[in-house]
């Protein structure tokens, strides 16, 4: 034993090892910065070190909280986030260039770099507000509530943009509360699962090999997929229903160990996906976009019905174009995709100029910050803290998913932002949020257990023993 305490003494803190790691994000994220202006302008930007030298302070109070707050945490989570967050940077700041020569928009890079910078404050006070996950648990009516009332509120706005409605708009600002809803979501499954576990556990009848859940316990799976089908209808957005409702089902199996919950939620959730989108105009137009992607060049009489946009066709020559190495950055033509080339379709830009290289790399980094999630909930020993863990990192995961597998032409477009990469400042703010809450749970997890206390008596008996 004291042995092994010596090598780990001489090893490097994981405090120390995210530092390195942060700053190792930070150097990648300022040469692809440099390495854009070199291709497209030929020389660095005036005041490049400045601009890396501000960019570099929010990770670092990021760092600096964790060290003061969270000194067990795990010390891969923040600087993931960290190399996503500036890569995304890098990539709006390289699309603002080609939006500006061909569409004349405005740049939309400085407004995400003050997003970041309400992120990293964010975070530095989530991180030293919640002393113990667990408090999270105690709320959980005011929890589903809240969550309820963010995720129903775009239905009521008037109006929609780009046919969903995902927005609530208050002046010249506006947000998606979707983005948090993920959260907030994930924290009421985890205490109501916490408490309904065993009674969720208990097999039924058994059909063709699987124990079907007992009627009883069919309610609030039942409720989650109704409320998962108003989103679909009333607010059109195919993402925010998918996430919200395999979330559960996923959060539901990891509780009670049933394969007969997954499969029973998947075929709920295709049984109302293929009613939904068979009758809405609006989802359905995505799935048609998603099974005849290249019927938009045909001549307009000869189209399928419902198919009105060339974004997924473009996607997929962006991401042919690319190769394995990819054309470079600022060598492709990203302008092509339209509109939502910085939101969901971020990840073509990736594939163009990048290549299947830096795709798979992206996905490898999502990959390595769910998986840090996961591995916080097997080691964390209290229950709500394990289903809290596990919420987390499969929300992003998802997440993940419906976007690169609708850009990729896997599922239906879903409009969602990819976390971290995508511009929005409610999807950075969120996702810096539930790195927070992954941060604080891998703190607890990771913290080791008091010595234990001394006997005053054993100590006398020795004194006296001597």
């Not at 419906?402 to 990729?408: E, F, H, I, R, W």
Request: proline share 6%.
């Amino acid at each position: 034993m004291s042995a092994r305490r010596a090598s780990a003494g001489r090893g490097a803190s994981p405090r120390t090892t995210e530092l390195m790691l942060v700053l190792g994000a930070v150097l990648v994220c300022g040469y692809g910065y440099a390495e854009t202006e070199l291709a497209i302008t030929g020389a660095l930007p005036a005041g490049f070190a400045l601009r890396l030298a501000s960019a570099a302070a929010m990770p670092l109070v990021c760092h600096l909280a964790v060290r003061r707050f969270a000194p067990y945490a795990d010390p891969l989570i923040l600087p993931l986030a960290t190399l996503l967050s500036g890569l995304g940077l890098v990539l709006i700041h390289r699309l603002d260039i080609a939006y500006k020569v061909h569409y004349g928009s405005a740049a939309a890079a400085p407004g995400q770099l003050m997003w970041c910078a309400v992120a990293t404050v964010l975070f530095a006070a989530a991180v030293a507000a919640f002393r113990d996950h667990r408090r999270l648990q105690r709320y959980p009516y005011l929890t589903i509530t809240v969550g309820l009332v963010l995720l129903m509120a775009p239905a009521f706005y008037p109006g929609d943009v780009y046919g969903a409605k995902r927005w609530i708009f208050l002046g010249p600002l506006s947000f998606q509360p979707g983005e948090f809803v993920k959260i907030v979501i994930v924290v009421f499954f985890a205490g109501y699962l916490t408490l309904r576990r065993d009674a969720l556990a208990l097999a039924g009848r058994r059909f063709m090999g699987l124990y079907l859940p007992r009627g009883r316990q069919l309610g609030p799976v039942a409720a989650v997929w109704v409320l998962s089908l108003l989103v679909l209808i009333f607010e059109r957005d195919l993402g925010t229903s998918l996430i919200f409702f395999e979330l559960f089902v996923i959060m539901l199996y990891v509780a009670t160990e049933r394969t007969s919950w997954v499969l029973f939620g998947v075929a709920l959730f295709a049984v109302g996906a293929f009613v939904v989108g068979s009758f809405e105009p609006h989802v359905h137009g995505r799935v048609v976009a998603w099974l005849h992607p290249m019927d938009i060049y045909l001549p307009p009489a000869q189209r399928p019905a419902g198919l009105v946009s060339d974004q997924a066709a473009q996607a997929l020559f962006s991401f042919g174009s690319g190769g394995i190495l990819g054309s470079g950055l600022g060598q492709g033509h990203p302008e092509l995709i339209g509109f939502a080339g910085r939101s969901d379709f971020i990840l073509t830009t990736v594939g163009e100029e990048l290549g299947l290289t830096g795709v798979t790399l992206v996905l490898l980094l999502y990959a390595l910050l769910a998986e840090r999630g996961l591995r916080t909930a097997l080691t964390v020993t209290d229950p709500f803290g394990k289903l809290l863990a596990a919420g987390l990192a499969t929300s992003l995961a998802l997440q993940v998913f419906v976007v690169a597998g609708g850009v990729t032409g896997l599922i239906p477009l879903t409009g969602k932002a990819l976390p971290f990469l995508a511009q929005g400042g409610s999807s950075m703010v969120a996702n810096w949020l539930l790195v927070a809450l992954l941060i604080k749970v891998s703190d607890t997890a990771r913290r080791p257990a008091p010595a234990p206390a001394t006997d005053p008596s054993e100590a006398a008996t020795q004194l006296v023993r001597i």
